[in-house]
């Protein structure tokens, strides 16, 4: 099925003279299953590769996305570098601005994609988080000379990285459900409809593989099915991911994080 839509672009690209250049298309192979066809553009054999960048998202066949972590985290380090090396304050304010503005969205692009679930990976991201506060913190000429990291967040009115991944999945999934996205709920998911005393809202558990069970919803609904029912009270999505915030902020034991 494959090699034949290719087949049919590669015609409509000729007939149309928007020809493909098939030494620069590649593929991966996803899955356990040992396929070893080959694909063809026109005459040429197109590569297959282990790994492929795909709206600045770089996917590998594994579906680890090591390759995008350690990517993001370099890039991240680099523009780190270059706040801390460049601007001269001892205001806070503007450190923590500097870092929403210039290294969290470099952080958390499409995180709701990759976000991760190994202790390795979720920790070389907050290192970048905890180099940036500690450079900056001292930069601030405070009294204190050394802190703790969760003090050092508290200095900066910052949050873990992992907290805000969290929250920016649980906004994701709410705007899917609520009908705040383009994506339609029910082809991603299954809404319990058998009534319950937590919310409306909960969501049927789906079988889990290697492959699948740190994807987008699988990793999202424990967290989601354990949210109040006051969680829905609020009437769009930013109302919502304020208050989830406020919550997390309260009862972080409550979903699981550290």
């Known amino acids: 099925m494959l090699q034949e839509a290719l087949k049919n672009v590669h015609k409509w690209s000729t007939d149309w003279s928007l020809h493909i250049a098939p030494d620069k298309s590649t593929f991966i192979r ?11 553009i026109g005459e040429t054999e197109i590569t297959q590769s282990f790994s492929i960048r795909d709206l600045g998202i770089i996917i590998d066949q594994n579906l680890t996305f090591q ?4 990517k993001i985290v370099k890039s991240s380090y680099f523009r780190s570098y270059q706040l801390l090396r460049n601007i001269k304050s001892t205001n806070p304010k503007i450190w923590a601005q500097l870092f929403k503005i210039y290294v969290l969205p470099i952080l958390e692009y499409a995180s709701e994609i990759w976000n991760p679930h190994l202790k390795e990976s979720i920790n070389k991201i907050e290192k970048v988080q905890k180099f940036y506060t500690r450079i900056a913190f001292t930069k601030c000429k405070t ?29 994701t999934l709410y705007k899917i459900i609520m009908g705040f996205s383009y994506l339609k709920r029910d082809k991603f998911l299954e809404i319990n409809k058998r009534p319950s005393r937590k919310h409306n809202f909960l969501i049927k558990m789906k079988s889990k593989n290697n492959k699948t069970h740190n994807s987008f919803i699988n990793r999202c609904i424990p967290d989601w099915n354990n949210l109040p029912q006051e969680a829905f009270l609020n009437k769009n999505a930013n109302t919502f991911k304020n208050w989830l915030t406020n919550f997390l902020s309260t009862f972080d034991d409550s979903l699981n994080i550290r």
């Open 30 to 40: 996803i899955g356990t299953q040992k396929n070893t066809y080959s694909y063809h």
């Open 143 to 171: 009294i204190s000379k050394k802190v703790s990291y969760i003090k050092r967040l508290q200095f900066f009115k910052l949050q873990q990285l992992i907290s805000r991944r969290k929250i920016i999945d649980l906004t």
């Open 67 to 70: 390759d995008h972590i350690s």
